[in-house]
T-cell receptor
Framework: KAGVTQTPRYLIKTRGQQVTLSCSPISGHRSVSWYQQTPGQGLQFLFE???????NKGNFPGRFSGRQFSNSRSEMNVSTLELGDSALYLC???????????????FGPGTRLLVL | AQSVTQLGSHVSVSEGALVLLRCNYS??????LFWYVQYPNQGLQLLLK??????LVKGINGFEAEFKKSETSFHLTKPSAHMSDAAEYFC????????????FGTGTKLQVIP
């Protein structure tokens, strides 16, 4: 069974540009969560999608958005990039059974974004 | 609001020695607690989780953790460190009522000395 895949693995952008990151969950998983990891702020929850709906959201500005497709694949978009957006962006998938927070999240290897 | 505090950003142990990584949580409701491991240039892997069943939780790779409500702690232990255990470890907490919204600690880098 294939794991969570994220593309691209590395990305370099300049300030003001926008970027789209992609996450393909484990087959059968319907929940996809996104996290930002930086040396200064650590791991921070961005948002979670389940069945194409955003179910939960962290404390990030509106420049950070996401969506989920009918096949559970998810994309994350960051507009008007700032230097501080340089980070490792991790995606995690789980079954997403409604009402359950006990499920194990499986993480992808991440996309490392560098903003110059 | 829920949070976790990991004591010690860096811990060094000798190969074969006890590994003890400390985590204290703060939560207004009985929490779910997790330990994750991250190897360089990789994503996170779940080591173990506490979801209000047994207070002593056994995970992968010989790790275990004990939920102590009186101490609000969830420390991670392994009896004998192996070189392959060198990695960064994250404690995390989630609200049982929240869908997959997990709050992570700042991480502890474990160094294993041969």
């Amino acid at each position: 069974k294939a794991g969570v895949t994220q593309t691209p693995r590395y990305l370099i952008k300049t300030r003001g540009q926008q970027v789209t990151l992609s996450c393909s969950p484990i087959s059968g998983h319907r929940s996809v969560s996104w996290y930002q990891q930086t040396p200064g702020q650590g791991l921070q929850f961005l948002f979670e999608y389940f069945s194409e709906t955003q179910r939960n959201k962290g404390n990030f500005p509106g420049r950070f958005s996401g969506r989920q497709f009918s096949n559970s694949r998810s994309e994350m978009n960051v507009s008007t990039l700032e230097l501080g957006d340089s980070a490792l962006y991790l995606c995690a998938s789980s079954l997403g059974t409604s009402g359950s927070n006990q499920e194990t999240q499986y993480f992808g290897p991440g996309t490392r974004l560098l903003v110059l | 609001a829920q949070s976790v505090t990991q004591l010690g950003s860096h811990v060094s142990v000798s190969e074969g020695a006890l590994v003890l990584l400390r985590c204290n949580y703060s939560s207004s409701v009985p929490p779910y607690l997790f330990w994750y491991v991250q190897y360089p240039n990789q994503g996170l892997q779940l080591l173990l989780k506490y979801t209000s069943a047994a207070t002593l939780v056994k995970g992968i790779n010989g790790f275990e953790a004990e939920f102590k409500k009186s101490e609000t702690s969830f420390h991670l232990t392994k009896p004998s460190a192996h070189m392959s255990d060198a990695a960064e470890y994250f404690c995390a907490v989630s609200d049982p009522g929240g869908y997959q919204k997990v709050t992570f600690g700042t991480g502890t880098k474990l160094q294993v000395i041969p």
